[in-house]
């Protein structure tokens, strides 16, 4: 389910964009959401079907293909080289994406098979994480006693609260570091390997107590797991000293924008705040896009998008496209037009953008002089 949608969703996203270009034009001003909105329900209803009938055979033969990785993988002992690919994915928030799109199903196939599975425990090994933050802990303990704190806080949440994205700001902090993980990944994935340690069941979130409560209860396979969890906690806890005592002369980060980064990156584009505006050098001013705003970025400014884009190509312009957006969706827009209503608001997000002003947005001779002063400008 998690691979289909991966995949699906953005697939029908394009779909959706290439379609409406043909038709958007052409509404009447006032039906933009009716005619929106059912499209939207028809166009999803006539994926529903080859979305379907696809996904039984594609993911199906991906999901054989992956197998038959993860069988290359068992019968030759490469468990280890996966933390290559899983450590770095996890700092890219790509972890979700491999564990429950790619080893969860697996996994389970092999608890079928075996009654337990050590796919379970590549990602959700808490041990890369906790050396890095201890290390983090030892160098800044009199270097930087904020920093410091704030590794030693994030410790136990990482470890009994599974919660990993605690560790990733510190990466991020020096990035090298995450050679530090993916060699501890690659020393717990092998003593994993060499214990033959499995869990019976999905180890989520990744934390000590959780990974306990699931590991396959015998000796070895309790033993295996003790074992990788300190020896990629100690591996990485060294690594990281040495890098940290390597690179300590280049500067770093502050923990509060590492942190901000990893909020921007764990946000969808369209819900990013905006960065700090930066003044114009150019005076020209880009009129390729115009957009109109309104608190909902929905009804209202969708309709006078309608009218403006209708008056321009009543007046043989057909170089500016329009687009409407919610206020809080603002990020880097050139021109823009508003009701002066919410001028203000729009003036304190997009301070260095061109706003114009009407007074509804329905005021088709305050579009008309829009119009002429942008032909103006351009002139």
């Known amino acids: 389910m998690f691979l289909c949608v991966m995949i699906f969703v953005p697939i029908a996203a394009l779909i959706l964009k290439h ?64 933390a290559i690919v899983i450590e770095p994915a996890k700092v890219l928030f790509l972890n979700n994406a491999i564990n429950h799109g790619v080893l969860t199903p697996l996994g389970l196939q092999q608890v079928r098979d075996s009654g337990k599975s050590i796919l379970f425990l590549l990602e959700s090994n808490p041990g890369p994480g906790l050396g890095l933050l201890v290390a983090f802990l030892i160098f800044f303990f009199k270097r930087d006693k904020k920093l410091s704190s704030n590794a030693a806080s994030s410790g136990p949440i990482h470890l009994f609260g599974g919660i990993h994205e605690v560790y990733f700001p510190f990466v991020l902090l020096k990035p090298v570091l995450i050679l530090a993980t993916i060699a ?130 009543n007046q043989n312009i057909e170089d500016i496209t329009v687009i409407n957006k919610a206020i809080v969706d603002l990020k880097d827009e050139k021109v823009i037009i508003t009701i002066s209503q919410l001028y203000d608001r729009v003036k304190a997000k997009r301070a260095d953008a061109t706003i114009y002003t009407i007074n509804q947005f329905l005021d088709k001779q305050g579009y008309l002089t829009i119009i002429e002063k942008i032909k103006n400008e351009k002139n």
């Open 184 to 313: 501890g990944g690659v020393v717990g994935n092998g003593i994993l390997q060499i214990f033959n340690a499995g869990t019976i069941a999905p180890v989520s979130p990744g934390s000590v107590i959780a990974g306990f409560l699931q590991i396959n209860k015998t000796p070895l396979d309790v033993a295996g797991y003790a074992l990788a969890l300190v020896l990629s906690a100690v591996t990485s806890l060294l690594i990281s000293l040495l890098l940290l005592s390597l690179t300590r002369k280049k500067q770093l980060k502050t923990l509060q924008e590492a942190q901000a980064q990893v909020a921007e990156m764990k946000q969808t584009p369209a819900k990013k705040p905006r960065q700090k505006d930066t003044p114009a050098i150019a005076t020209k001013i880009d009129f390729s896009q115009v957009t109109f705003v309104c608190d909902a970025g929905m009804g209202s400014s969708t309709m006078g998008a309608a009218i403006f884009r209708k008056e321009l190509k």
């Open 19 to 82: 379609t409406e270009k043909f038709w958007i034009h052409r509404i009447k001003s006032g039906f933009e959401m009716l005619v929106n909105n059912f499209y939207l329900g028809f166009l999803g209803f006539a994926l529903i079907f080859p979305s379907f009938y696809l996904s039984i055979y594609l993911i199906g033969y991906i999901q054989l293909g992956l197998k038959l990785l993860v069988e290359i993988m068992q019968q030759y002992k490469l468990y280890p080289i996966a």
